[in-house]
């Protein structure tokens, strides 16, 4: 299958950059800019906002499904610049539908539980978005668009976790860092959501590509849980003091936009589509990601 992948540089995209080194297909990965490293799969510059140069990258390779995790995904990066989050993540979806509608390619759209405003979990995949932040509604906006193609599939994914393999440090890295210099780490105790591991959520979506299936399908963690306890189990894991990880509230932190409380995703599909990657727990996860760094039991 040939598949090009948007957003290849970022976190989720480098892990499926990784995850497809060793597959069949034909692999074409695309970034804002150039690689600084050496992966097998180099980046290919191509700026969503340039709308010739999409159509004219597309015409080259030709591909079967896109994978389309390009965006700006961050709530604070889309406020600060509003019109440059609907410029990437509705009309650079848009394009992109324009040519799978005529060529029939399928289209991987990564969207977010944050198009819930977190008032009415749990949430299933037929749940109506009604997103509470700007971002949110940048991608209800660009899932309406893929919804309204035959060959569209909007994949809403959760809190991601784990080591970053781009040259941007996550929450989860910036946490771990600082715990492991002894610093104090304080997590919402009362903003639920259902995370997963990055590599699961690289290798679902792969799955998820050569599915023929379309619509709206939910990649939830298998278990419901606060960001205090999703750090204290990872921390628990790797053996670090859970005596310098604490609690605070959403209220300790109003901001100018609200955070959905709970965005508790049900995520009835994808084991039916990808039956062969299981959803870890916390615990499974860490083991995978950091085999390095465990304990020994007991
Ligand atoms: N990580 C999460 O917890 C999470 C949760 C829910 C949903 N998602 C969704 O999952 C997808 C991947 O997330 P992520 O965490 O991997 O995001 P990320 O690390 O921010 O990566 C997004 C990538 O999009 C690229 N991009 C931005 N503007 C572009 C443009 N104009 N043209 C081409 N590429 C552009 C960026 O390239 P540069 O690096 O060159 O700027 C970046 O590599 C996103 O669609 C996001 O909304 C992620």
């Known amino acids: 299958m040939r ?9 989720l ?14 692999l074409e990965a ?6 600084s490293g050496t992966h097998p799969f180099a980046l290919r510059p191509v700026d969503l906002c340039d709308h010739a140069t999409v159509r004219s990258a597309l015409e080259a390779f030709r591909p079967d499904v896109i994978l389309h995790l390009a ?13 440059e989050a ?18 029939g390619c399928r289209l991987v759209f990564t969207s977010t539980d944050m198009v819930f405003d977190g008032n009415h979990a749990p949430y299933r995949e037929d749940a109506q978005p009604a997103p ?41 890295d910036h946490s771990l860092n600082a715990l492991d210099t002894g610093q104090r780490q304080l997590f919402f105790e009362d903003e639920y959501r259902t995370p997963l591991d990055l ?3 690289a290798r679902l979506l792969i799955g998820l590509s050569e599915s023929q299936a379309v619509g709206t399908v939910h990649l939830g963690g298998p278990e419901r849980m606060s960001r205090l306890e999703l750090m204290k ?49 916390v615990e499974q996860a860490v083991a995978q990601m950091h085999p390095q760094r465990l304990i020994p039991e007991g």
């Open 3 to 11: 598949i090009i992948l948007t957003g290849g540089g970022g976190q």
């Open 71 to 83: 965006a700006i995904s961050k709530p604070a990066l889309v406020l600060a610049d509003p019109a």
């Open 233 to 281: 189990r990872v921390a628990r894991k790797l053996g670090i003091d859970e005596r310098l990880i604490g609690g605070n509230r959403l209220n300790d932190h109003p901001g100018i936009e609200p955070r959905p409380a709970d965005t508790t995703m049900i995520s009835e599909r994808i084991s039916e589509l990808v039956p062969g990657v299981p959803r870890p727990t």
């Open 199 to 201: 590599q699961t959520a």
């Open 30 to 35: 695309w970034g804002r800019s150039p690689d």
């Open 86 to 103: 609907w410029r990437v993540n509705v009309e650079g979806t848009r394009i992109l539908c324009d040519w799978c509608r005529v060529s």
């Open 13 to 26: 995209g480098t892990y499926v950059r990784d995850e497809l080194i060793n597959s069949s297909h034909t």
């Open 132 to 172: 509470a932040n700007e971002y949110g509604r940048t991608k209800g906006q660009g899932e309406q668009l893929v919804l309204a193609i035959p060959t569209g599939m909007v994949v809403r994914i959760p809190l991601l976790y784990g080591p970053t393999r781009c040259n941007r440090p996550s929450f989860y």
